[in-house]
T-cell receptor
Framework: DAGVIQSPRHEVTEMGQEVTLRCKPISGHDYLFWYRQTMMRGLELLIYFNNNVPIDDSGMPEDRFSAKMPNASFSTLKIQPSEPRDSAVYFC????????????FGDGTRLSIL | GENVEQHPSTLSVQEGDSAVIKCTYSDSASNYFPWYKQELGKRPQLIIDIRSNVGEKKDQRIAVTLNKTAKHFSLHITETQPEDSAVYFCAARRDSNYQLIWGAGTKLIIKP
């Protein structure tokens, strides 16, 4: 199995620009999670989906953040407009309800907003 | 709201000694407790997990213990090695909600 695939691995952009992060979950997994990790705030859950439907987006920091899951094999996290304080590592994770309960993480996207 | 407290934030042990990291959870309905290891610049990876119907689980040099009454669980690493150096995260979850509640992490340093 290829695991959770995220792209890009690194993104550097100027503030005000739109940023789109992408995630392909493990095939067959029905839960998908987006996290943000910083030194100051640790690992924060932003939003999660079940069967492509957003279940809890209470962790999304502001309206500048949005996430979609148009199908079972693809999700995006978008920031528009981006700000320097959005700089962080963004992880996507997936899990399978009926199987092992653990979440499997992608390698993350290291985002730097200048 | 639900939360998980993790201690210590940093732990330094001599190579070959044991390391113990402790977590306390607030939601008494939590029934699944995973531990993740995150090496520098890498993704968190599951190393061991335990469900609430079990008091202890071992996998080679690592073990997890759970005290449901006290609502705390611990990670034990024996015979520590340099490759054990990483940040370790505990988490808790209930079956009705697939969201993991995460501890703040423990940076484990193995001194040669």
């Amino acid at each position: 199995d290829a695991g959770v695939i995220q792209s890009p691995r690194h993104e550097v952009t100027e503030m005000g620009q739109e940023v789109t992060l992408r995630c392909k979950p493990i095939s067959g997994h029905d839960y998908l999670f987006w996290y943000r990790q910083t030194m100051m705030r640790g690992l924060e859950l932003l939003i999660y989906f079940n069967n492509n439907v957003p279940i809890d987006d209470s962790g999304m920091p502001e309206d500048r953040f949005s996430a979609k899951m148009p199908n079972a094999s693809f999700s995006t996290l978008k920031i528009q407009p981006s700000e320097p304080r959005d700089s962080a590592v963004y992880f996507c994770a997936s899990s399978l309800r009926g199987g092992r309960l653990s979440q499997h993480f992608g390698d993350g996207t290291r985002l730097s907003i200048l | 709201g639900e939360n998980v407290e993790q201690h210590p934030s940093t732990l330094s042990v001599q190579e070959g000694d044991s390391a113990v990291i402790k977590c306390t959870y607030s939601d008494s309905a939590s029934n699944y407790f995973p531990w993740y290891k995150q090496e520098l610049g890498k993704r968190p990876q599951l190393i061991i997990d335990i469900r609430s119907n079990v008091g202890e689980k071992k996998d080679q040099r690592i073990a997890v213990t759970l005290n449901k009454t006290a609502k705390h669980f611990s990670l034990h690493i024996t015979e520590t090695q340099p490759e054990d150096s990483a940040v370790y995260f505990c988490a808790a979850r209930r079956d009705s909600n697939y969201q993991l509640i995460w501890g703040a992490g423990t940076k484990l340093i193995i001194k040669p």
